[in-house]
């Protein structure tokens, strides 16, 4: 009776703790599978997302670019300006210079288009160019989808449910208001901006290219006067020593003709020295060094004549309205007009739509979400605003400013011109006067009346008079080059319309 007992207790104990713990033990093993299926199939849909998005980032590789000072060196030693790259250049900018190229003498026009191939600054203003184009692309790119992987674990799910949720969602950020489009004008404006610098750039380098030529002939001319200058120096040296000699000059007289001819000879000296300072400058400017040139010559000729037609008030005014500063000023205007309607267009709030698909403890879901609308409760970009049109408020001043600093520069230019007709009108006299006083002395010399050291004398006046004229020339083309600037266009080319 007791073993019977025994193995009744025995069954008991099994059916009431061996069986439910079996029971326990599978329940937890198939909890247990379908968390590690849950998480594999989270891992492969994480990594397909991950690889997807990854390739789609990868579009656009690294592309590394050392610098080397060595090698920008020996690219500027080797640097010619008889290559094909430079002529096709010459052929895109300015198709009717490129038909003899490299050309058979240089002068402000060949000149200028080289420099506009060549020059550091001109290319570091068509850079800002290509900057601000990509700009545009980024102004027109539209906000990427973003993707959600919400992972939850509920600590006391039901029984015989996965206690994992797993979801997927994206965002699909809209954006309202046309700010994509006031963001691409703001960027088009700024690369209006950037061709008109191109100009401006290109306008100052022609600039200093003639201020460069214009001393290039000055100086030239000026060694020929000077050398005249050292040959009646010597001669009159000689007829003073010769005249010391038989004690009708005295040795202070000598003395003081040994300096002179000392000075004559410094200033030619110095005046070479210019000369070769110029070229190099005129090289350097341009973008090669002054080897580059070989023996082509250069053509200063144009500066001998100093007669020009300064504009009337109708054509400066068109001029002006043309200046590549007035009309950056003018594209700077209606950027910070897109800016500030950009601006006033972020009151408005963007939208995010949320479609989602979420696997919820075995139940399949499928979802449409509104996030991330901003509430304007504090603040409705109020500040932003005010900054906006204050920027507005100042890029009119400045096309103002820019307009007023055009016609004053214009108006000093040309008063500066008819400044230096005046003076030149006046060296032209004093030239004539010292001419017919050579004739003169040339006169009485053949009569018996007067010797040789007063025809010198002459001469040596005649060529003051000349470096005279010289310097009234250059005040003219100085002044010529000024009203140029002023209007930012060649006096001799034809009136933009």
């Known amino acids: 009776m007791s073993s019977k007992v025994s193995l009744l207790h025995q069954d008991l104990i099994k059916a009431r703790y061996v069986l439910p713990l079996h029971k326990r033990i599978i329940k937890r093993i198939v909890l247990l599978r379908q968390k590690l299926l849950a998480l594999r199939a989270a891992q492969r849909l994480g990594a397909a997302i991950f690889i997807t998005t990854v390739n789609g980032c990868a579009t656009e590789k690294f592309d590394n670019r050392p610098i080397a000072i060595s090698k920008i060196s020996n690219n500027l030693l080797t640097k010619s300006l008889t290559t094909d790259d430079l002529r096709a250049c010459t052929t895109k900018h300015s198709p009717k210079d490129s038909v003899d190229w490299p050309p058979s003498e240089w002068s402000l026009n060949s000149m200028t288009i080289a420099a506009f191939c060549m020059n550091i600054d001109i290319q570091a203003a068509r850079l800002k160019l290509d900057i601000a184009i990509a700009t545009v692309t980024t102004a027109a790119q539209r906000p990427n989808p973003v993707v959600q992987l919400p992972l939850q674990k509920t600590l006391n799910p039901s029984t015989g449910q996965s206690p994992w949720s797993l979801g997927l969602a994206l965002d699909f950020p809209i954006e309202t208001a046309g700010k994509r489009d006031l963001r691409m004008l703001v960027a088009n404006d700024n690369v209006a901006a950037a061709q008109l610098n191109i100009s401006r750039v290109s306008w100052a380098v022609r600039s200093q290219l003639r201020l460069l030529l214009l001393s290039l002939w000055f100086s030239e001319e000026r060694t020929k006067l000077l050398q005249k200058q050292v040959e009646i120096e010597e001669r009159l040296e000689l007829l003073i020593e010769h005249r010391s000699a038989v004690g009708y000059a005295s040795t202070l007289e000598v003395s003081q003709q040994r300096h002179a001819l000392v000075q004559a000879r410094k200033n030619i000296a110095g005046n070479l020295q210019d000369v070769d300072s110029v070229k190099i400058k005129i090289a350097s400017l341009v973008g090669v060094r002054t080897s ?41 205007y209606e950027s910070s007009q897109s800016a500030l309607q950009l601006e006033v267009a972020k009151q408005y709030p963007d939208l995010h739509l949320g479609p989602g698909y979420t696997l919820d403890q075995g139940s399949r879901k499928i979802g449409l979400t509104f996030s991330g609308l901003e509430l304007p409760l504090f603040n409705q970009n109020q500040g932003a605003i005010a900054e906006a049109r204050g920027r507005r408020l100042e890029a009119e001043s400045k096309v103002k400013k820019i307009v007023e600093t055009a016609f004053l520069e214009t108006d000093l230019a040309t008063k500066a011109y008819d400044a230096s007709i005046i003076a030149f009108n006046y060296a032209q006299t004093q030239y004539s006067f010292a001419g017919r006083r050579l004739a003169a002395a040339h006169a009485s010399l053949f009569s018996g009346e007067d010797d040789q050291i007063s025809v010198l004398s002459a001469e040596k006046s005649k060529v003051d008079s000349e470096l005279n004229l010289l310097d009234a020339i250059l005040q003219i083309q100085h002044a010529i080059g000024q009203i140029e600037d002023a209007m930012q266009h060649p006096l001799h080319e034809p009136i933009p319309q």
């Open 292 to 332: 580059a040139f070989g023996l082509t010559p250069f053509n200063v000729r144009e500066f001998g004549n100093p007669r020009a037609i300064p504009p009337d008030e109708k054509t400066r005014l068109s001029v002006l309205q043309n200046r590549a500063d007035v009309l950056s000023s003018l594209v700077d």
